[in-house]
């Protein structure tokens, strides 16, 4: 990870990685340390003053989104940011506050893409996606925007 990405922000992959590649609909295989792989290319890629404006937020790698209750079963998410945006942060903020989440969801990226060239787009647009939320762009913008 290069030096300007803030403290927090490495990928933090739950548990070991998977002995077997994930084969997806289309007949490709990734395993899960190319999967992590792309993840971290597409957070190398950030530009230095970006990154370094992030704060306090930590990056998740997933297999899959499980709905929350009340939340439709069919939920499909290719990422999630969870936190507190920047824009949104007063002075107290900082007292306690545990970090911004990122995470990025395995399964439903390999799902929709037919090549190692989707997954690593796919996953590149969702980070910055993410990233963007964390510093308080909603997703009408993001669409508008051509990152939605």
Known sequence: MPATLPPGLPIVPEGPSEPLPFTGPHGFTMSADEFEAAVQDALDSIPGKLASAMDNVAVFIEDDYVPRPGEDADTVLLGL??????????SWWDAGSLPDRITIFREPILDI????????????????????????IDDDRLHELGWG
């Not at 940011?81 to 007063?90: A, H, K, M, N, S």
């Not at 090549?115 to 308080?136: K, L, N, W």
């Open 81 to 90: 940011y969870e936190g507190v945006p920047l824009t949104e942060r007063d």
């Open 113 to 136: 893409c037919s090549s190692r060239e989707d997954v690593i787009h796919e996953v590149a647009v969702t980070v910055v996606h993410e990233i963007a939320h964390h510093f308080g």
